[in-house]
């Protein structure tokens, strides 16, 4: 029987991870497969070699929490209308330069203890406000594994949703651990080009990829992509990535279009209003459901039937309304690729 560990307190024994000689071990959570000798933390900074052992640093360490609507996530195509419980931690196994949420996804942050069951509780509390269940966002939410797969067991089995905000930089084997307990996720896919993820987010594209193609098959999924300038946006990577969308998952996955504004490391100015609008055209060639985000100046949020092109959803904001009956149009009887129940 191995020696126990001292394990700091908060802090549980990572369930991902291979022991090599020396007291060396290699976590096995995400693509980066860090290698640790004793004492050294990984990337993530949220997973450390503790005498041979991988811990996980922050389990229960909730650094933000808020009720937000879905439509934030952004998923626009997921319960609409309603709110759900929005909790955040520590850590990132990605390096963004241009990171909205840097100072906890790439920095220390003050935060609370936050037992699954009390994730549940705050859920369940929330449920006159139209509370559909919780959302693991904010950081990364998949360098918090083990607390997001036992809060997301906790949260199923009440009969609450669990929705993901992710950059889909995980491993197959983890992934498919916990997607049986998730009903949506919002997957970043940055840029389409992997000279993109390297230059700019220390990352690799083909496992985002990958992790999309497996949660489509599994789960609701809703696509973001941020355009920044000079980097990303170019009419010909939109395109790849809206072929490679509309082919490998189909015409009905939502893709969301942000706008870049600057922020930590990357100093560009925002992106072009005409450059979204561009990105739109192009994507709307192959795909029935294409928003606009982080730009208010833009009609890019309502709902359009694919059918007939009635508007049966109108955002204004985070202010929803629903002109559905069900799924279906409310002009013409078409059946939305909407979740409502």
């Known amino acids: 029987m191995s020696a126990p560990v001292n394990v700091p307190p908060g802090a549980v024994e990572a369930r991902h991870y291979e022991r090599l000689e020396g007291n060396a071990v290699r976590c096995r959570l995400c693509p980066r497969e860090c290698r640790l000798v004793e004492g050294a933390a990984g990337v993530c900074r949220t997973r450390r070699n503790v005498g041979g052992r991988l811990i996980y640093l922050y389990y229960g360490a909730c650094s933000s929490v808020a009720l937000d609507p879905v439509e934030k996530k952004p998923l626009y195509h997921f319960f609409p209308g309603h709110t759900i419980l ?6 990132c196994n990605l390096q963004c330069a241009f990171c909205q949420n840097w100072q906890i996804a790439q920095s220390e942050a003050e935060t609370v203890p936050l ?48 929705v993901l905000v992710t950059n889909g930089e995980i491993n197959p084997e983890p992934f498919a651990e916990l997607l049986p307990y998730v009903d949506a996720l919002n997957i970043d896919v940055k840029g389409f080009t ?4 390297r230059e700019l987010c220390r990352g690799r594209l083909a496992p985002v990829l990958r992790t ?51 922020q930590y490391r990357l100093d560009l100015p925002a992106t072009p209003l005409v450059t979204l609008e561009k990105a739109a055209e ?33 955002r204004r904001g985070y202010a929803v309304r629903s002109l559905l009956r069900g799924r279906r149009c409310p002009a013409c009887g078409f059946v939305l690729a909407v979740v409502v129940e």
């Open 86 to 91: 929005s909790l955040g931690s520590i850590g």
């Open 115 to 162: 037992a699954p069951a009390e994730v549940v509780e705050l859920a369940q509390e929330r449920a006159g406000e139209g509370c559909i269940g919780v959302a693991y966002t904010y950081n990364e939410p998949l360098v918090g594994f083990e607390f997001v797969l036992d809060a997301a067991r906790a949260v199923r089995e009440a009969g609450l949703k669990n």
């Open 194 to 197: 992997e000279d993109f993820y």
């Open 212 to 262: 999309v193609e497996t949660a489509a098959a599994r789960a609701h999924v809703e696509l973001t992509n941020l355009l920044i300038p000079t980097k990303n946006d170019s009419p010909e990577e939109i395109q790849a990535l809206v072929e490679w969308v509309a082919e490998r998952l189909g015409p009905d996955v939502p893709l969301h279009f942000s706008r870049y504004f600057p």
């Open 282 to 314: 192009i994507a709307r060639q192959r795909l029935r459901y294409v928003y606009l985000g982080n730009v208010a100046e833009l009609e890019g949020s309502d709902t359009r039937c694919p059918e007939c092109g009635t508007t049966v959803i109108r």
